[in-house]
C-alpha cells in the first residue's frame, strides 16, 4: 500500500535551502556594480588589439575603390588590400591600423587619406558562461555583445537558476574584478543591461529553495499540491 506523503519529509531539504551559501557575497551589487564593471568596459575597449581570424572592414574616405566592406587576417597576421598589397594588421589596435594604412597609402598614392578600420567579427572574441544555464560553454561573440546576449547563447538560465545572483568576471590590468547582476531586473528593462567583453566570466548561481521544489515534484509527481514554476 502506498505511503501518504508527509511534509515532515520536506524538513531536510528546507534545511538544506536555508544553509545555501552566496557566491561571493563580497562582489558590489546595484549601482555599484555597473560602476565598476563600466569603469572595466570603458579601459577594456580601448585596448582592444587585432588577431589573426578577426574580419574587418577598412573605409578609405572618398575612395571607393579602395574601400573593403571584408577583409580577413589571415594565420600570418596580415591583411591585403588594394594598391598597397601585405599590411600588418595583428597585434594593432584598430586605430594603429588606420594610421598604418593611411601612411602606406599617403606614401604615392593619395593626399592626405582618410582611413577607418572597424572589426565586424572578432574570431578570438568569446565568453565562459557556467553555472546554472541550460548549456554551459565557450561561446563566440560580436562587438556590442551584453549580459543578454550571453544568456541567449547559453540557451537561458534554468528553471532552478539564482537569478539575483549572476556574476561577471573580468580581467584588467592583471586584476580579476567581478559584480554581481539581478537578471530579473536587466531582462524587465528596470536595469541596464551591462555589455560583456571577450574573455568575460559569467556564472549563473544556484537557487536551492527552487531545486528542492524540482527534487519534490519529481520524487513525488503524483501529488498535485505543488506548482511548478
Known amino acids: 500500500m502506498a505511503q501518504p506523503f508527509s511534509l515532515l519529509r520536506l524538513a531536510p531539504f528546507a534545511l538544506l535551502a536555508a544553509c545555501q551559501p552566496q557566491l561571493h557575497p563580497d562582489l558590489p551589487t546595484g549601482a555599484a556594480a555597473y560602476e565598476v564593471l563600466n569603469a572595466a568596459t570603458a579601459e577594456q ?36 588590400l588594394p594598391l598597397i598589397g601585405e ?10 591600423l588606420s594610421q598604418q594604412i593611411e601612411r602606406a597609402y599617403g606614401e604615392g598614392y593619395l593626399r592626405n587619406p582618410r582611413v577607418a578600420v572597424s572589426v565586424k567579427q572578432a574570431l578570438s572574441a568569446t565568453v565562459s558562461v557556467e553555472g546554472d544555464v541550460m548549456q554551459p560553454g565557450v561561446y563566440q561573440i560580436q562587438p556590442g555583445a551584453t549580459l543578454l546576449t ?7 538560465p534554468t528553471r532552478t537558476a539564482k537569478m539575483d545572483e549572476v556574476l561577471v568576471f573580468r580581467m584588467v590590468n592583471g586584476q580579476r574584478m567581478g559584480a554581481r547582476f539581478n537578471l530579473t531586473d536587466v531582462r524587465s528593462g528596470t536595469a541596464p543591461d551591462p555589455q560583456i567583453l571577450p574573455g568575460d566570466v559569467v556564472v549563473v548561481g544556484f537557487s536551492a529553495v527552487r531545486g528542492v521544489w524540482r527534487d519534490i515534484l519529481e520524487a513525488a509527481p503524483l501529488f498535485n499540491i505543488f506548482t511548478r514554476f
Open 45 to 80: 575597449n580601448g585596448a582592444y588589439l587585432l588577431h589573426s581570424g578577426d574580419i574587418l572592414s577598412v573605409n578609405v574616405f572618398q575612395e571607393p575603390d579602395l574601400t573593403v566592406e571584408e577583409v580577413s587576417i589571415d594565420g600570418m597576421g596580415n591583411l591585403y
Open 87 to 96: 599590411v600588418r594588421a595583428a597585434g594593432l589596435s584598430q586605430t594603429e
Open 150 to 156: 550571453a544568456m541567449a547563447l547559453a540557451h537561458s
